[in-house]
């Protein structure tokens, strides 16, 4: 691609042997191109076009394989968003405060990946974050800091996306350790851990080291980010701990109204609707089905 630059910055060459690159890649760096100079900036793309050197006030190196990785799976029309906001946030971040934080450099981000957890419904585009489900309603989002990674930003690193969340895992353990407290809720005795940050769920995979977890494990209730509600699941009495914990969890109107079932290593939705019959409210349980056989056997 021949190249174009702004005002005075003669920086970058101008003359280039004719691209043999696929089509796909040149339509991307046209897009790039584009975009670079709407910013004002001059551009340089390497040879192999794994990345692309802007020029103006600052000169930022914006790495670029995961964006073509993520513009291979995406439909053309998604394009311009897609290189819109991957050059707008490299600029962003190349002049933000405490120094440039090139969010591609996995050696650059390792110290400040973190998780959060996420209602699926408050997540407006999953396809724009990287993360897991931990069941059909929350998400465990992979962060820098505070915000979420993009897929064209994880896309450059040379690991994986499962084994960058358990780098963000081992993250939030050495961070911190809940704050463990026993509380009365509407009747029943319940374990509160608190954190000063919004990964108190990731912290489930370590419940043991907290307090004792039996072997039929525990039902889970997440009010804020940062904030674990915990019953053991020792007993009948775990069907007035469900009612509890599920009103106090919709009264809350945080993270998530629902209460979950954490064993084996999964939060599993214990579905429990609140509904109005005959002006009275009531509370509709439908567990799953491991969880019913768990309660079949509790009630002998």
């Known amino acids: 691609m021949r190249q174009r630059g702004h005002g005075a910055v003669n920086l970058f060459r101008r003359d280039r042997e004719p691209s043999r690159r696929p089509p796909e890649d040149v339509d991307l ?13 001059a551009y340089d793309f390497a040879p192999d076009g794994g990345s692309v050197t802007l020029g103006g006030e600052r000169t930022i190196l914006v ?10 799976r995406r439909a053309r029309e998604d394009w311009p968003m897609l290189v819109s906001e991957h050059l707008a946030h ?3 971040a190349a002049s933000a405060a405490g120094g440039p934080l090139d969010a591609c450099d996995l050696e650059q981000v390792r110290p400040l990946l973190r998780t959060r957890i996420e209602s699926v419904d408050e997540v407006p585009d999953l396809t724009r974050v990287v993360g897991r489900h931990l069941n059909g309603d929350l998400v465990e989002l992979l962060t820098v800091g505070a915000r979420p990674v993009r897929p ?4 450059c690193w040379p690991v994986p996306s499962g084994q960058a969340l358990q ?3 081992s993250n939030v353990r050495q961070d911190e350790r809940l704050l ?4 009365e809720l509407n009747g ?6 608190t954190g000063g940050t919004a990964s108190a769920a990731t ?5 043991d080291d907290y307090l004792p977890v039996p072997a039929d494990g525990v039902l889970v209730a997440l009010p804020d980010p940062y904030t674990l509600l915990v019953h053991p699941v020792n007993g009948i009495g775990v069907v007035r701990a469900i009612e509890r914990l599920r009103i106090h969890a919709a009264r809350t109107d945080g993270l998530s109204a629902q209460v979950y079932w954490w064993h084996s290593g999964r939060l599993t939705l214990i579905r429990a609707d609140i509904v109005l019959q005959d002006g009275q409210t009531r509370l509709v349980v439908a567990p799953p089905p491991e969880f019913a056989r768990v309660l079949a056997r509790l009630a002998v």
Not at 29 to 41: G, I, P, R, T
Not at 188 to 193: C, D, F, G, K, P
């Open 29 to 41: 760096d046209s897009l790039l191109a584009l975009v670079a100079e709407s910013l004002c900036y």
């Open 63 to 72: 790495r670029l394989t995961g964006l073509r990785r993520e513009a291979g």
């Open 90 to 92: 490299a600029v962003s």
């Open 152 to 155: 064209e930003e994880s896309g």
């Open 167 to 169: 780098l963000a895992v």
């Open 180 to 183: 463990v407290e026993a509380i």
């Open 188 to 193: 029943i005795q319940v374990t509160r851990l």
């Open 203 to 207: 912290h489930l995979r370590w419940l």
